[in-house]
């Protein structure tokens, strides 16, 4: 998959990639979380040629709304690369009318033999059930340039019973270059698994339905 920038991104409550989690924190702030999954799906798009991955990462949280974190996992979808990882920053609070926001920073960083490194940015606004959000690329090891290429997607988030929750999910991918997709997905969350149903509009095997099981385990820091 060419994994290029976003630009309107409305990121899930539940977040429709298989890698969602409740973070437990014992240290104010600071918390961890590891994840095995059958596929790693990025918006839409298998990150691992349809193979299993493990994914790990640790987040800070302060009181005024700044965080900051670092995510990785094995991926392969371009020649040379065995690995991602993400690097991340921003600001989210919530207003008193109920309305969240939130802005920040992501780099995308991989193998450097593989030389797809790039960089977003993202604003992304929540109400209730519902997650609206924006990301546009900044820069790519490819020659991308400032919001060349844009994603939006929309995301809802159902409590069915007290510990069961379904999300659905709907995103379109555009592509300064042509290869513009949409992508959407269930998916049903129970405790630390998440079982997702995802497909996309891409002609050919990349826009097959993809079945995920993940499980993730959070950690007191």
Known sequence: MKKTYISLALTSIIASSAFVSTQTMAVEGLSANASVTNNY??????????????????????????????????????????????????????LSNGIGYDVGFIYYNYDNSANTDFSEVYANISWKFLTVGYATLIDSDSGGEFADDTYISADAAFELTSDIILGLHIGTYDFSAGGDYIEYSVNISKDNFTFTLADTDIDGTGGDVNITVSYTVDFDL
């Open 41 to 94: 799906l990025w918006r839409g798009v298998t990150q691992t040629t349809n193979a299993a991955a493990v994914s790990g990462g640790i987040d800070y949280e302060d009181k005024s709304g700044f965080y900051a974190g670092a995510w990785t996992s094995n991926a392969d979808w371009a020649p040379n690369m065995s690995y991602e990882l993400d690097l991340y920053g921003g600001f989210s609070n919530e």
